[in-house]
């Protein structure tokens, strides 16, 4: 019965790692929408891929501790970092604008504070076993 829950723990962190690999590969390209009506033009793309990435960090540290926080964040970084580099054409995917540095400033900064809550509450405490002891 504990191999199933080590492999069933473990095709979770692969399913949250590929997401991660999903969720900032699309960010980038999510993040400069737009909605433009009669006048005023509304961000909601960088909302929208902040959201996800929020999302996904607090989920992987919720269901599995500081480890499912860490592989999200670290494969959300390998599609950001990526996108950063120029291209040979001398192009970036990643601007140097405030979209992309919003993009990657809050979602560090989110990536932070989900891996630091899950190291200070690292699951789910049973508080009526901690007071019988």
Aim: proline share 7%; charged share 15%; hydrophobic share 55%.
């Amino acid at each position: 019965m504990k191999s199933v829950r080590v492999v069933g723990k473990v095709v979770g962190l692969v399913v949250f790692g590929l997401l991660g690999l999903g969720v900032g590969a699309a960010g980038p390209f999510i993040g400069r929408e737009v909605l433009r009506w009669q006048g005023p033009s509304v961000p909601y793309g960088i909302v929208l891929a902040l959201v996800a990435t929020a999302g996904l960090f607090y989920t992987g540290g919720k269901l599995f501790g500081p480890l499912g926080a860490v592989i999200p964040v670290l494969t959300w970084a390998v599609p950001v970092v990526a996108f950063l580099l120029p291209r040979p054409e001398g192009d970036v995917v990643l601007a140097n604008d405030g979209y992309g540095t919003a993009f990657l400033l809050v979602g560090v900064l989110i990536a932070a504070w989900n891996f630091g809550r899950a190291l200070t509450n690292p699951g789910k405490v049973d508080r009526r076993a901690a007071e019988r002891s």
